[in-house]
């Protein structure tokens, strides 16, 4: 009696504590090599983007008269949350206030949108975005009542117009 | 075709409106890259497969309201705005939607 007892207090043991501490460790660590590593990137390509001016104002601040006629750019982009994050929004949840993990999370998803948007104008030769829109995207099912099929996630999507400054306004 | 999202374009002036025009779109992935999103909300990372899903749905999306521009014989399309749906987990609906307009470039 007194061995099955100890057989079983190991096993709930294991199933309720030992286990989900595991995983928990486990989303945690993976989580947060990818987020350090996107960040890095981040940082890298935005010292490159430098000389590409991203404003959301509704002129056109230094454009060349005689530039090519101005583009649509976009981007776009969709970063998931991780195991370990999910489960402190969940106790955020419980207790209110804010979500450090989450907002950081949003914030990459922008920098990574706007990245590639300045990027796309980049590539098509062009040195200034304007009037930038954020604007965003419920592929998670968080709003369209997916309930357990819901996934929790950054997506941000964001456009702006793509021209040519003068030199001088550089 | 000249499409920007602001109400006027550098160098050029509008010589005709020609209304509203728009696009859209509702796209999803193939349950096997939905479940591949699944796993990767457990460890963190881009959902690389849903940032496709968005710029194919908005380049569609763009087409289409070009198409409907050109066929009202304008050669730009001004103040692009786009706006979503949610559909369900793993689908997006993209509109698109902007002025046509016929410009020229000033003498």
Same mark, same amino acid.
């Given at each position: 009696m007194g061995e099955e007892e100890a057989i079983g207090g190991v096993a709930a043991f294991v199933v309720y504590v030992a286990l989900p501490a595991a995983a928990l460790l486990l989303w945690w660590a993976?989580?947060?090599?990818?987020?350090?590593?996107?960040?890095?990137?981040?940082?890298?390509?935005?010292?490159?983007?430098?000389?590409?001016?991203?404003?959301?104002?509704?002129?056109f601040p230094g454009a060349d008269p005689a530039c090519p006629p101005p583009e649509l750019v976009c981007g776009e982009a969709a970063i998931a949350s991780d195991g370990f994050k999910s489960w402190v929004f969940g106790l955020r949840n419980l207790f209110g206030g804010e979500s450090k993990s989450f907002t950081a999370l949003?914030?990459?998803?922008?920098?990574?949108?706007?990245?590639? #948007?300045?990027?796309?104008?980049?590539?098509?030769?062009?040195?200034?975005?304007?009037?930038?829109?954020?604007?965003?995207?419920?592929?998670?099912?968080?709003?369209?009542?997916?309930?357990?099929?819901? #996934?929790? #996630?950054?997506?941000?999507?964001?456009?702006?117009?793509?021209?040519r400054r003068l030199s001088a306004a550089r | 075709m000249i499409v920007v999202n602001t109400e006027t374009v550098p160098g050029c002036r509008i010589v005709e409106l020609k209304g509203m025009v728009q696009g859209n779109t509702v796209r999803a992935k193939h349950a096997g890259r939905d479940i591949a999103a699944g796993l990767?909300?457990?460890?963190?990372?881009?959902?690389?497969?849903?940032?496709?899903?968005?710029?194919?749905?908005?380049?569609?999306?763009?087409?289409?309201?070009?198409?409907?521009?050109?066929a009202l014989g304008a050669n730009a399309i001004l103040n692009v705005r786009f706006s979503t749906s949610a559909v369900t987990a793993g689908a997006s609906e993209i509109m698109a939607y902007g002025t046509a307009a016929v410009v020229e470039a000033e003498a």
């Open positions: 993976l989580g947060r090599s990818q987020e350090r590593r996107h960040l890095r990137d981040l940082a890298a390509r935005e010292a490159a983007l430098r000389g590409v001016l991203v404003t959301d104002l509704r002129g949003f914030e990459r998803a922008r920098r990574e949108a706007v990245a590639r #948007m300045a990027e796309a104008a980049r590539a098509r030769g062009f040195d200034a975005v304007c009037n930038v829109r954020f604007s965003t995207v419920d592929i998670g099912g968080n709003a369209s009542g997916a309930g357990k099929k819901a #996934m929790p #996630m950054a997506v941000c999507t964001v456009s702006g117009t793509a021209y | 990767k909300n457990l460890i963190g990372g881009e959902l690389k497969g849903y940032t496709e899903l968005l710029t194919e749905s908005r380049r569609e999306a763009v087409s289409r309201m070009m198409a409907q521009a050109e």
